[in-house]
C-alpha cells in the first residue's frame, strides 16, 4: 500500500512569511507525529497525535510553530512569520496505534519537505 | 534534558568489512530502541529494533547489541555493502506514556567503499 506522502517535497519562502506544510498518514494509522531535522542533526520531535485524544505539543520550538490534524487523518504543519533557523527537512511520520502501543510500534516516515527560509 | 548520543559521526568501511555504530542513553526509563536507516532524499526507514530484556538482536547482516548496565547499545552491519552506504540513526523511546516520540542520537553517515 502507499506510504506516508508529504507535500511539497521542497519549499522555498522569504523570511516573515508564512509557510503550510501537509501530511498524509498510512491509512489506519492512528498515531501521527512531525519531526524536524536540520543540517548535521538527528531528528528532533515536534508534535504527536493520537487519535482524538490531546496532540503532545512538548516540541514545537515556539509559539510560531502550530500543527492540526484534521478528521483523524490529514495533518498540516504551519509556521508563522518563519526565520532563517527554521530552515531544515520537516519530516513527517505515522504508526499504526502509537502510544497504545506502549511506545514499541513501527514509526513510517515520509519523505520530508525541505524548508528553505531566504 | 533526554538524550542519546551517537558516535562516530562518519565511518568508511571497505566492501565486506564491519561497521559498528555506537549510541549511548541516559534515561532508564527508554525500553525500545530503534535504528533508522536513511538514504538521501529520503525518509528515515525503521531497519532493526531492540528492547532491553534482550542483549543481542539479529536480522540478517544486521545485529543489535545491547548492553542494559551501560546504558549502550551498537549497531554491527556485517560484509558491508556498496548499497548499505546510508545515514544511520539511532533512537529510543518510552514505552506507557502519554506519547511514543523518538529521541534521536545526530546520525553516522556510512560510506562503504567497492
Known amino acids: 500500500g502507499a506510504g506516508v506522502s508529504q507535500s511539497p517535497s521542497n519549499k522555498v519562502t522569504e523570511k516573515g512569511k508564512d509557510v503550510e506544510l501537509r501530511c498524509d498518514p498510512i491509512?489506519?494509522?492512528?498515531?501521527l507525529y512531525w519531526y524536524r531535522q536540520s543540517l548535521g542533526q538527528g531528528l528532533e520531535f515536534l508534535i504527536y497525535f493520537q487519535g482524538n485524544s490531546a496532540p503532545d505539543k512538548s516540541g514545537l520550538p515556539s509559539d510560531r510553530f502550530s500543527a492540526e490534524r484534521t478528521g483523524g487523518s490529514v495533518s498540516t504543519l504551519t509556521i508563522q512569520r518563519t526565520q532563517q533557523e527554521d530552515s531544515a527537512v520537516y519530516l513527517c511520520?505515522?504508526?499504526?496505534?502509537?502510544?497504545?502501543?506502549?511506545?514499541?510500534?513501527?514509526?513510517?516516515f515520509g519523505p520530508g519537505t525541505r524548508l528553505t527560509v531566504l | 534534558q533526554q538524550q542519546v548520543k551517537q558516535s562516530p559521526q562518519s565511518l568508511i568501511v571497505q566492501k565486506g568489512g564491519i561497521s559498528i555504530i555506537n549510541c549511548a542513553y541516559e534515561?532508564?526509563?527508554?525500553?525500545?530502541f530503534p535504528w533508522y536507516q536513511q538514504f538521501p532524499g529520503k525518509g528515515p526507514a525503521l531497519l532493526i529494533a531492540i528492547r532491553p530484556d534482550v542483549s543481542e538482536k539479529k536480522e540478517g547482516r544486521f545485529t543489535i547489541s545491547f548492553n542494559k548496565s551501560a546504558k549502550q547499545f551498537s549497531l554491527h552491519i556485517m560484509d558491508s555493502q556498496p548499497g548499505d552506504s546510508a545515514t544511520y540513526f539511532c533512537?529510543?523511546?518510552?514505552?506507557?506514556?502519554?506519547?511514543?516520540?523518538?529521541?534521536f542520537g545526530t546520525g553516522t553517515l556510512l560510506a562503504v567503499q567497492p
Open positions: 491509512s489506519g494509522h492512528t498515531a
Open positions: 511520520a505515522s504508526s499504526l496505534v502509537g502510544a497504545l502501543a506502549g511506545g514499541q510500534d513501527t514509526q513510517y
Open positions: 534515561n532508564t526509563a527508554f525500553d525500545y
Open positions: 533512537a529510543a523511546s518510552r514505552g506507557g506514556g502519554a506519547t511514543n516520540k523518538l529521541i
